[in-house]
């Protein structure tokens, strides 16, 4: 009974980061899952289903702007984490864990594998999940707030997206903590006071 994590949208500028918590039968496979990042949207969307189906169980769970900002993106990306791995219905016996940093669950076993997205199956759903989901909710946060076009850029740094900041400043679903605002200072130095 293992149970694969990742997050998805520790590094956005806007919006909650996701994670999700998936546990795969051992004979599971489908020819492209792979790194959430490695897929087409498209291909993301249709696996979805097919994770949400076949899983022995999954769950995804999402931590706001507002307590990245409290907590700092690391422990929330872990608290989304946990929050996926109390809502399983089955409970898992051991953790395998995207990246390189977790805090421990409960009394469960772990191991952090870097870029494990690539080479394990539940890690890799748990990335489908997880971003898919994220997606969808800054797809309707884009609605509320269209100057920043997050239904393509996501939330994420995109030049459209620290233009949008520029043009419009901040609004309540940016993380504060993250120092996005991209105006930058000018300063003038008048010829006679540099020294050569």
Known sequence: MEAG?????????????????VILRK??????????KQLSEAQ????RPIIEKEAVSYSVAKVDNEEIDRINILRASIKAMHLALDNLKKRPRYLI???????????????CII???????SIAAASVLAKTYRD??????????PLYNWSSNKGYGTEEHRLAIEA???????????????KQLSIDFEEESIVM
Do not use: W
């Open 5 to 21: 994590c990742d997050e998805a949208g520790r590094g956005c500028y806007a919006g909650p980061v996701f994670a999700a918590a």
């Open 27 to 36: 004979d599971f496979y489908h020819p492209f899952l792979n790194d959430s």
């Open 44 to 47: 993301r969307n249709e696996l």
């Open 97 to 111: 864990i995207d990246g390189n940093r977790f805090t421990a669950y409960q009394d469960v076993k772990h191991k």
């Open 115 to 121: 870029k494990g997205d690539g080479l394990y199956s």
């Open 136 to 145: 969808e909710y800054m797809k309707n946060l884009h609605a509320e707030h």
């Open 168 to 182: 419009h400043g901040l609004c309540k679903y940016h993380r504060m903590s993250f120092n996005i605002n991209t």
